[in-house]
């Protein structure tokens, strides 16, 4: 019989202190949780917005309260504009005409940096006190002049847009998920 001594009794075998169980419990895991609906905090449709929404589709027509240009602006920035006409919302109400709009600078180049021409890119994210998302619209300077076919341009304008722009906007569908 291995293991025992003499006398009957039986041999203790080395413990290794690294196998035992450590006083420190480690940390319960994280929920799985799906990134895509962390991703975009902007719901709409009847099944998943509790409060009032704008139907994928509508046309927005707006205002724009200031001027926009590509030089002047950062991803990011918001832009003022009001309704030009009323906007239905889906729990039986109206926006009328002259509610405020918020149109997000989704992305801005200024002339000369990465192309000769500036440009710019909105979309409106908030009409009222509704969370909207529209597709986005994009809006370019003129290029610069080329002195050949194949060589750089020179630098263009800037993109822009005056105060009392009017444009118009419609609201997506947002993807089933």
Partial sequence: MAGLLAGGAAAQQPVDSSVQASPIKPPTPAPAVDSSVLASPVTVGPKTTPGPYIAAGTAIRLRLERAANSAQMKNGDTLAAVLTSPVQVRNGKTLPAGTKVAVSVEETIP???????????????????????????????KPGHKDLPDSAPDKGTEATLPVGATLTFHVQTMPKM
């Fill in 111 to 141: 002339a000369g940096k990465l192309q000769s021409a500036g440009e710019f890119t909105l979309q409106v994210v908030k009409v009222g006190t509704v969370t909207v998302a529209t597709e986005p619209q994009e809006f370019e300077g």
